[in-house]
């Protein structure tokens, strides 16, 4: 695992999985992802995007047994990545907020970086299987990402009929959210954004 200010590269190998991650923080939005899933590709994408953090993904899995490893791995290694990435955690913005409509449908997505993860998850796809992938795994990654990265993440698709549109605009207001919570806050810049004085991963953080 290899470090600098707001960057971070971390690789994770299993029986499972190889999975090797950079993100930059403050970056423009470029990424190069192939995990060798398309659709899920296309929301990390996503992701990259439209929160401007640069992300570089490469994992290869068990694709043969099942998505699922190679889905929820990636999740944790990203997570790690940001939670790296974030230092200290001083100086940044930590909460950020997210109302996302992508035709007909509306998602919102909440999010404070307090190093206390949890996940509150109120989608419900119409669908099993969106092209390559099976939609029950969406979830495992949102709590992945939201574990390891230190996150307390709520996800709601309050109304919306396709189920494409649903994820897309999750994984866009996940961006938005992500966007705004981990960008350094120019009003307080040396200041950590807790009365506790820490936040350290120790779930006590207020």
């Avoid at 996503?46 to 640069?54: A, G, N, Y």
């Avoid at 997570?79 to 974030?86: D, I, N, P, R, T």
Wanted: with cysteine.
């Amino acid at each position: 695992m290899t470090v600098s200010p707001r960057k971070a590269k971390i690789e994770r190998v299993t029986n499972e999985t190889d999975i090797a991650v950079e993100i930059n923080l403050d970056g423009n939005g470029s990424y190069d992802i192939k995990t060798g899933i398309g659709f899920f590709d296309h929301m990390l994408e996503q992701l990259s995007r439209h929160s401007l953090i640069d992300i570089s993904i490469r994992a290869s899995g068990d694709l043969e047994v099942t998505q699922h490893h190679t889905v929820e791995d990636t999740g944790i290694v990203l997570g790690e990545a940001l939670s790296v990435a974030l230092g200290s955690r001083v100086g940044i913005r930590r909460y950020g907020s997210a109302l996302v409509p992508m035709d007909e449908t509306l998602s919102q997505v909440s999010i404070d970086a307090s190093n206390r993860p949890y996940l509150v998850w109120g989608v419900e796809f119409k669908r099993p299987r969106l092209d390559d992938m099976d939609t029950e795994h969406f979830k495992e990654w949102f709590q992945a990402f939201a574990q390891k990265g230190g996150l307390t993440l709520h996800v709601q698709n309050i109304y919306g009929e396709n189920s494409h549109h649903i994820i897309e605009s999750c994984y866009k207001g996940l961006a938005r959210a992500l966007r705004s919570a981990v960008e350094p806050d120019p009003r307080a810049s040396n200041i950590l954004p807790s009365t506790k004085g820490t936040l350290a991963n120790n779930g006590s953080v207020k």
